[in-house]
């Protein structure tokens, strides 16, 4: 199983909840989020994570998870790059191994 993380601004949320019901993710959660940015700008971790200049805050942004099979992850993951391609990169995603659960 994986947790796939997405966070984006917050403006994009009916994007991504349209994105997630065509792809018949039927169970996820959202929250709001502010993000910060603290980094020099040479660090470079990604240019577009959060905000466009250095320790600019806060950024009202939108976190999403939801819980998915390894395979539909992978496909779901793919779908997202496409996505956010297509979108202008309005998001980040991440897929993360879930090694245990209760």
């Known amino acids: 199983m994986k947790l796939i993380v997405i966070t984006s601004l917050y403006e994009f949320t009916k994007e991504i909840e349209r994105f997630l019901r065509e792809k018949k993710v039927l169970a996820y959660f959202e929250m709001d989020v502010q993000g910060f940015k603290v980094f020099e700008e040479n660090e470079n971790f990604k240019e577009n994570w959060f905000v466009s200049g250095p320790r600019q ?36 995603a991440f897929s993360v191994n879930v090694e245990e659960s209760v």
Do not use: C, W, Y
């Open 57 to 92: 805050r806060p950024t009202n942004s939108l976190g999403v998870f939801a819980f998915i099979e390894n395979q539909k992850a992978s496909q779901l993951m793919q779908a997202l790059k496409e996505f956010d391609e297509e979108h202008g990169n309005i998001l980040n």
